[in-house]
């Protein structure tokens, strides 16, 4: 199956940084989400993106689906920021479904 | 409108109990994925279904069941239960099966005793 890595595991920045977070995966795709994961654990939609560049925000996101990869942005950080930031994507029908990194755990201090 | 709704919240069981978690996807998607997050790690894709029939499997073992009734909920089973299958169970649900964009509700939490 596809492996799918992120760095850095864990990131420590003062509020007002900005940050980027990598996701790396190993075969073609046709599906990839950014999720921000609160400390309740419920995961919450930033980006759909298997390809291109979108904004929201403080928050943008690029794949570039040739080099197998995907960035998030997150620029002006502030506390409410922090948390696990995961990277999933998925591939052909989905027989398999969204394969997971192990998550980006960011803190951003005041 | 509602998001993704997953009950109950939280779920205490013994050993060798069996437990049925259930979850209503977002009003006109007719695709539910269930998944399994322990401590510390991403989530782990168990099952997808599709017009009530199961499109995809994880490497979980047989103790793991699920299925779809006609109005798109889902509900998932786990006989059996071992101290590992202590988790975070979420349930994920899209207009379609993949690619389609996963929205995920809130979560179980099961403890196996």
């Known amino acids: 199956g596809i492996q799918v890595e992120q760095s850095p595991p864990d990131l420590i920045l003062q509020e007002g940084a900005n940050s980027t977070l990598r996701c790396n995966f190993s075969?073609?795709?046709?599906?990839l989400q950014w999720f921000h994961q609160n400390p309740w654990g419920q995961l919450i939609n930033l980006f759909y993106?298997?390809?291109g560049t979108k904004q929201n925000g403080r928050l943008s996101a690029t794949t570039v689906a040739t080099e197998r990869y995907s960035l998030l942005y997150i620029s002006s950080s502030q506390t409410t920021d922090s948390g696990v930031y995961f990277c999933?994507?998925?591939?052909?029908?989905?027989?398999?479904?969204?394969?997971f990194g192990k998550g980006t755990h960011l803190i951003i201090q005041p | 409108d509602a998001g993704v709704t997953q009950s109950p919240t939280h779920l205490i069981k013994t050993r060798g109990q069996h437990v049925t978690l259930r979850c209503s996807p977002i009003?006109?998607?007719?695709?539910v994925s269930w998944y399994q997050q322990v401590l510390g790690q991403g989530p782990q894709f168990i099952f997808q279904?599709?017009?009530?029939?199961?499109?995809g499997r994880g490497n979980f073992p047989d103790r793991f069941s699920a299925r779809q009734f006609p109005n798109y909920s889902s509900e998932l089973n786990v006989n059996a239960l071992l101290l590992g299958d202590s988790a975070l169970y979420l349930c994920?649900?899209?207009?379609?099966?993949?690619?389609?964009?996963?929205?995920f509700g809130p979560g179980t939490r099961l403890t196996v005793t």
């Open positions: 009003s006109g998607h007719k695709s």
């Open positions: 999933a994507v998925g591939s052909g029908g989905g027989a398999d479904g969204l394969t």
């Open positions: 994920a649900s899209s207009l379609q099966w993949l690619p389609f964009e996963q929205y």
């Open positions: 993106i298997p390809s």
């Open positions: 075969d073609s795709v046709n599906n």
């Open positions: 279904y599709y017009e009530k029939e199961e499109r």
